[in-house]
């Protein structure tokens, strides 16, 4: 069986990971074109890969304008440059790999799911969350009646506050003109799980949040607008300084995400000029973020089941957690352990759902799960093994635009 071709664009964090299967598996997935500004991360991928220079693209227009020259394409460009490549690779006869969010705007996303499904494409969204054993696991265990009925389901998103900083404060997805709002951005993973793990359409909804702490308002007195320049007994005393997350991380041995954002070879001197010059060395609170750092999202299913969500900055970096109460036990999650609580026996099950799988380990294993899955589909012609196609995607993207609308209006909203 020969392997499945891709072009990558968008050669960032998010295409590097995906592109490492096949570094793995090259009987399986072969990486023949990447279309990417960067000059850097484009040529990292090319030499990787041994793409050949016709096929080392600086953008997807250059791609369109080719004959098509690969089975698939993945998508992860940022948030708002996913709508049109998506339509045009999908008119092209590419398969689809979409990182999420699909796209900023619920017409946008109607419309490539309209479009893929006119061209008859194989299509799937990046919510890698359904894919990891974990889930699986979760999956199963609910629909063996094990806690009988699921009554109520509560999930905490843990943003982590060193994260939200980098990335919705400084970063790419600090500010919705730029990108999108926050529940789009990080947590229409967390809606897509949560309407996968209840098994049922959500009807109705409702959602608060605001930017309540990375505002000018709370910057210290005294306090620079960068944290190299800030005096340093406001410096040394702030959870957020630039200089103790980054070369924090340094000091630890880390050398990849998230420093590889901030520069392609991170050594204290090329980190220290980033934070000298570029916008994740700026004060948290001197920012031009507007996105919010808390948020839930209370959610009605078809059959009267409830869900509460909740995504905040101020936590410590850690996973998700995850309550469900079922009229016959009660289910505890983090994304690693199940613990299950018996009614019936009043006795506590732990089951242990890590797998040292040695690759592509991100979000629990979610990435492996979602390419593998997409290079099985491709290679049997067999769309069931994809969990988050056009249908399943577009229905759980509807459900974050509602509860965006329903933040703004303060009002519960009926889910198309």
Known sequence: ?????????????????????????????????????????????????????ENTLTNWLEAIDKERFADAVIISTQDALHYEPAVAFARKG???????????????????VREVKKQQVCFAVCHVLRYTAYTQKLKQILSEGV?????????LEPVGYWHQAHSFVRGNWGNEQKSTFMLLAKSCHDLDWIRYIIGEKCRRLSSFGSLNYFTKANQPS?????????????????AYSARKIYLGFLEQGIKGWPLSVLTPEPDKESITRALREGDYGRCVFDCDNDVVDHQVVNMEFDQGKTATFTMTAFTKAAG????????????????????????????????DTRRQEGILQGHGGGDLGIIRNFVDALQSNDASRILTGADESLETHLMVFKAEESRHKRQIMEVE
């Open 222 to 238: 005294g306090a620079a607008g960068r944290c190299l320049d800030c005096p340093e007994q406001i410096e040394s005393r702030c």
């Open 147 to 155: 806690i009988g009925d699921i009554i109520s389901l509560q999930h």
């Open 1 to 53: 069986m020969k392997p499945v071709t891709f072009l990558i664009v968008g050669a960032g964090d998010r295409g590097f990971t995906y592109a490492q299967y096949a570094e793995h598996f090259p009987d399986r997935m072969k990486i023949v074109g990447v279309a990417e500004p960067c000059e850097y991360q484009r040529q990292r991928m090319a030499e990787m890969h041994h793409i050949p220079s």
């Open 320 to 351: 998700r957690k995850t309550r469900i109460f079922g009229t016959q036990g009660e289910l505890e999650g983090d994304g690693n352990m199940i613990k299950i609580f018996d009614f019936r026996t009043d006795k506590l099950i732990e089951i």
């Open 94 to 112: 590419y398969h689809i790999l979409l990182e999420k969010p699909m796209a900023p705007t619920a017409e946008e996303c109607r419309n490539i």
